[in-house]
């Protein structure tokens, strides 16, 4: 049995094995330390640009996650492993994997832009993807509304950004907009002035900008006014059932009808009866 050489078994074995595991060791202690000063460095911009908390740490999360991946791929190159393959087996397996999430990764997308451009905020009122309500979480992967009588909705972040999206809540005024009939027969300067009294008399209509009340159509059954008083937005509602109620009860007090769609038909006789 020949011997082993223990000397040159170190000399050409341990010590290159040795150097190259030191190499890779110091590779991963470092590249890590690097990583982790890079994402703190980011996390840092991004929440200075005021960034949602829970895309910052998604983002963070991805990040460390990438620089983590090229740290070992790097400490396995100095070890002497062919990193080549590797390298494209991952890039296969990411593949694989976005296909298969491809709507998942839409939803983080559009997230991420509904996160950053703000069309929508936490308690607005909007109506998106042929859905109304208030918005009470955005999330990375949908959002979450909550209806009038109390039910909630979620919404793909997909769904809401490729479509449009109405924003009640945004602008610190809203028009009410109204239509009021009246029958043919009715006095029409009667009606007009009445709408007028109604609603300049409505602690919660603003006078600037000024209300419009205006003969608007002579309909089939009805002589119609429209009636577009401006509110804070808070008080839409409000105005809108107040003045309703309102112009019912002023109009039955002045003799004012309010009619309903009617049609007259007429017989015509087109022979002689047997």
């Known amino acids: 049995m020949p011997e082993i050489d223990v ?3 170190t000399a050409d074995y341990f010590i290159p094995w040795g150097i190259k595991l030191i190499q890779a060791l110091l590779i991963f202690v470092i590249g890590r330390m690097i990583a ?60 694989a ?26 308690g607005e009122f909007v109506e998106i993807a042929g859905v109304a309500g208030s918005v009470e979480d955005i999330r990375i992967f ?5 209806t ?25 005024t809203r028009r009410v907009d109204m239509v009021f009939g009246i029958g043919y027969d009715d006095d029409l300067r009667q009606a007009k002035a009445l709408l007028e ?3 300049s008399n ?29 509110v804070n937005a808070a008080d839409y509602w409000t105005v809108l059932w107040r003045i309703t109620e309102t112009v019912k009860l002023r109009f039955d007090e002045a003799g004012i009808s309010i009619p309903y769609p009617q049609m007259d038909v007429h017989m015509h006789r087109t022979g002689d009866d047997d």
């Open 202 to 230: 409505d602690p919660d209509v603003l006078k600037d900008p000024e209300p419009v009340v205006a003969l608007s159509e002579l309909a089939d059954s009805s002589v119609n006014f429209v009636v577009r008083p401006w």
């Open 97 to 122: 994997i976005g296909l298969a999430l491809q709507g998942s990764l839409q939803n983080f997308a559009s997230g991420a832009l509904l996160v950053l451009f703000k069309p929508i905020a936490k």
């Open 36 to 95: 982790k000063l890079v994402v703190g460095l980011a996390e840092r911009l991004l929440k200075r640009a005021n960034l949602d908390d829970m895309l910052v740490g998604f983002i963070a999360s991805i990040l460390r996650f990438l620089l983590l991946l090229v740290v070992i791929i790097a400490a396995l190159n100095a070890l002497g492993v062919n990193t080549t393959s590797l390298v494209a087996l991952i890039g296969a397996a990411g593949l």
């Open 148 to 172: 009038g009588d109390n039910k909630e909705i979620t919404v793909p972040n997909g769904a809401i950004f490729g479509s449009v999206i109405v924003n009640y809540s945004r602008r610190p």
């Open 142 to 146: 949908h959002t979450t509304l909550k």
């Open 197 to 199: 009294e109604i609603v």
């Open 7 to 9: 000397a040159v078994l």
